[in-house]
RNA sequence: GGCGGGUUGCCCGAGCGGCCAAUGGGAGGGGACUGUAAAUCCCCCGGCUCUGCCUUCAAAGGUUCAAAUCCUUUACCCGCCA
């Protein structure tokens, strides 16, 4: 990892990295100094998802390169609601509701960054600290007197939303609140950066001004472009819903499959995104890839990495190794009991009381949630995208018998190509 | 405050008394081809105890043998005039 400045701005240009920032120079400038910088994460959801892993990420970069990250969580600002990038009001959520996601996403973020390193350990901040005690009056009076409703109205997040229908005063005020954030922590921790994604812009360089105007002190802004797909779609969203950090939400086999799943095209721009690879290592994975894409070795080490990142090592591994053995790759019958629990383990399931009669393919499949209706199973049976234990099977009615079930205790439906579950015997 | 227009399935959007579970597009799903990729082609796409039945066209009531389609009220949106 750079730790020169000017190797750390490099490196993020490299990787895609960089958006704009203010001053280059004086920016790669301070970095040769430990700076502290920061980013903001607003609970808009019990967990962080994938799109949130791009700038923690880069912050966690920074650690790497010896600077200070500070990760903010938005308790207040996740009360407000964030107009940039939105083209309609967001509802509001209740302050407990916002208060439980804080906890679960300061747990989170914690996660990868290290708040043992020396002399360069990592903290967590959370806005309402400071945010909270303030009075109408002295928001209005000490901070509110430093804006220019003219130039917030020309903010993009501001200005598109008028073009849209409107804007509450509520999400309107919502820069004044990131910048107060930011002025806080250049007061408290002499914070002199903040990353941000490409839409945060205004929002952090609103921030900039305020620290001017108040403490006549002076910052940086970078930003991280948003990350696209080749094919335009957006990333990090699948037909389930987005790609979730928690693991109750998203299991580490559907997280450790979206990544090997991942488009061709895309593939080595998320290894730079994403990977703490080196420059070299990357582009040795992206000749392997161009020389046989068949391969997958560049999906797989992308998919390797994040999974034991996000989750672990060790969950990485059991997770790969229920991919390897459930996809083709050998007689699901030659598994070993234990190679099968765990591999099943990794997926949606549905169990059956050994003494009970045993349910339709369709019934099973239903049950263990992979589709919405048993209608939806049906049309499986019927179009032939229905396997027993990797076996086409055909017929409406078609139950698997007691010999079906391997090693006496599982059987594992399948619909389509890739879509797996289990079913226990119990 | 007055007048007019709108609210349809995951999204966009036709339908404007029976032939409507509702045209078309997108998203999504299955198949073929492949590499657990993309592109392409074919098929599917409310639910169920499935040759039939049930629940949907903002909500509630009504007219009719019959309503997404007509009437009334309510809620929300959007224009024009004050």
């Known amino acids: 990892m750079a730790t020169l400045s000017s190797e750390l701005i490099a490196d993020l240009k490299w990787r ?41 990420l880069a912050l966690r970069r920074f650690q790497l390169a010896g600077h200070i990250p500070i990760a903010l969580v938005g308790g207040a600002t996740g009360l407000i609601g964030d107009p940039s990038g939105k083209s309609e009001e967001r509802s509001l959520n209740t302050s407990d509701v916002v208060a439980a996601w ?17 002399p360069n350990a990592a903290m967590v901040a959370n806005n309402l600290d400071w945010t909270s005690p303030l009075s109408a009056i002295e928001f209005l009076r000490d901070i509110g007197k430093h804006f220019s409703v003219n130039q917030m109205l020309a903010k993009d997040s501001v200005s598109s939303r008028l073009e849209a229908g409107g804007i509450s005063y509520t999400e309107f005020s919502y820069q004044v609140l990131q910048s107060y954030d930011f ?51 957006k990333f990090g969203k699948t037909a389930g819903g987005a790609i979730w950090l928690d693991a109750e939400m998203t299991s580490p086999y559907a997280f450790f499959q979206y990544w090997l799943n991942t488009d061709d095209k895309d593939v080595i721009n998320f290894l730079k995104v994403f990977s703490f690879k080196s420059r ?41 190794l229920a991919s390897r053995a459930l996809f083709g790759q050998g007689e699901l019958s030659e ?14 399931r549905t169990t059956v009381k050994s003494g009970d009669p045993i349910p339709t393919w369709v019934e099973l499949l239903a049950a263990t949630g992979v589709v919405d209706s048993k209608s939806a199973a049906r049309r499986i049976v019927k179009e032939g995208g229905a396997y027993l234990n990797n076996t086409k099977i055909s017929g409406e009615d078609f139950a698997p018998e007691k010999s ?20 226990e015997l119990i």
């Open 16 to 56: 895609g990295l960089f958006s704009q920032s203010t001053d280059e120079k004086a920016l790669v400038e301070a970095l040769k100094k430990p700076t502290t910088l920061y980013i903001g994460f607003d609970p808009t959801a019990p967990s962080l998802h994938v799109g949130n892993l791009v700038v923690l």
């Open 102 to 118: 804080v906890e679960r996403i300061r747990g989170q973020v914690s996660k990868y960054l290290d708040f043992q390193a020396k």
């Open 183 to 233: 002025l806080e922590l250049y007061r408290r921790h002499n914070c002199t950066l903040q990353l941000g994604g490409s839409d945060q812009w205004g929002n952090i360089v609103a921030g900039l001004d305020l620290i001017r105007r108040v403490e006549s002190g002076s910052g940086h802004a970078l930003t991280i472009p948003l990350l696209a797909k080749a094919d335009g779609s």
């Open 280 to 320: 070299a290592e990357i582009e040795a994975l992206e000749k392997t890839h161009n020389e046989n894409p068949g391969a997958r070795e560049a999906h797989r080490a992308l998919a390797r990495e994040l999974t034991s990142i996000v989750h672990s090592e060790d969950i990485c591994n059991r997770v790969e």
């Open 335 to 348: 598994l070993d009991e234990a190679t099968l629990a765990s591999a099943l383990a990794e997926l949606p």
């Open 404 to 423: 079906d079930f391997l090693c006496g205790k599982y059987a594992v439906l399948r619909k389509g190509k890739r879509d797996l579950a289990a079913v």
